[in-house]
Antibody, heavy 116, light 105 residues
Framework: EVQLVETGGGLIQPGGSLRLSCAAS????????MNWVRQTPGKGLEWVSV???????YYADSVEGRFTISRDTSKNTLHLQMNSLRAEDTAVYFC??????????WGQGTLVTVSS | DIQMTQSPSTLSASVGDRVTITCRAS??????LAWYQQKPGKAPKLLIY???SLESGVPSRFSGSGSGTEFTLTISSLQPDDFATYYC????????FGQGTKVEF
């Protein structure tokens, strides 16, 4: 059974850093492309970043240069390093597995709140 | 960037109703469109991919249609478990979601 479990969210001050993790089971993350998607009440669902099976990465313009996606294949875990956090980064962050360029399985999400 | 416009934003319906939700793309996305269902506090669940392909395990009362810029999700006979928010996703160029349609009683 495919499972994705995100951890690492919390309350952080503007300008701070946070690292999210997504532990995967039931499949091997390096054989798939993996994504981070965030959700806010105001902006809805927003794709954030992708890491392909070959290691290539892409980011939404809103996080380019501040966020870094990576994976630890030994632990079958996806990460999102978030630096220079802003109030507008406040959201529930989901990891999602890619299949044929859409997302088939999602984790339950982890809440990130950026506030002083 | 490709923009996705979903309508309506809220839909009031009753059990047994036929429900239709529309998603329009700002440019042609061929059939690269998926539909998701989300309930409060839960992750989105894949219903339809490639505009009209039903995901395994999803009830056949859900169907999708369309191509190019206009797409439709139809629930043929609304069931109590279907009260939720529905989102479209274009995956022709990167990924963009619609704003969501809340189906309520």
């Amino acid at each position: 059974e495919v499972q994705l479990v995100e951890t690492g969210g919390g309350l952080i001050q503007p300008g701070g850093s946070l690292r999210l993790s997504c532990a995967a089971s039931g499949f091997t993350i390096s054989n798939n492309y993996m994504n981070w998607v965030r959700q806010t009440p105001g902006k809805g669902l927003e794709w954030v970043s992708v890491i392909y099976s070959g290691g290539g990465t892409y980011y939404a313009d809103s996080v380019e240069g501040r966020f870094t996606i990576s994976r630890d294949t030994s632990k079958n875990t996806l990460h999102l390093q978030m630096n220079s956090l802003r109030a507008e980064d406040t959201a529930v962050y989901f990891c999602a597995r890619g299949r044929s360029n859409y997302f088939d399985y999602w984790g339950q999400g982890t809440l990130v709140t950026v506030s002083s | 960037d490709i923009q996705m416009t979903q309508s309506p934003s809220t839909l009031s319906a009753s059990v047994g109703d036929r429900v239709t939700i529309t998603c329009r793309a700002s440019q042609s996305i061929s059939s690269w469109l998926a539909w998701y269902q989300q309930k409060p506090g839960k992750a989105p669940k894949l219903l339809i991919y490639k505009a009209s392909s039903l995901e395994s395990g999803v009830p056949s009362r859900f169907s999708g249609s369309g191509s190019g810029t206009e797409f439709t999700l139809t629930i043929s006979s609304l069931q109590p478990d279907d009260f939720a928010t529905y989102y479209c996703l274009q995956y022709n160029t990167y990924w963009t979601f619609g704003q969501g349609t809340k189906v309520e009683f």
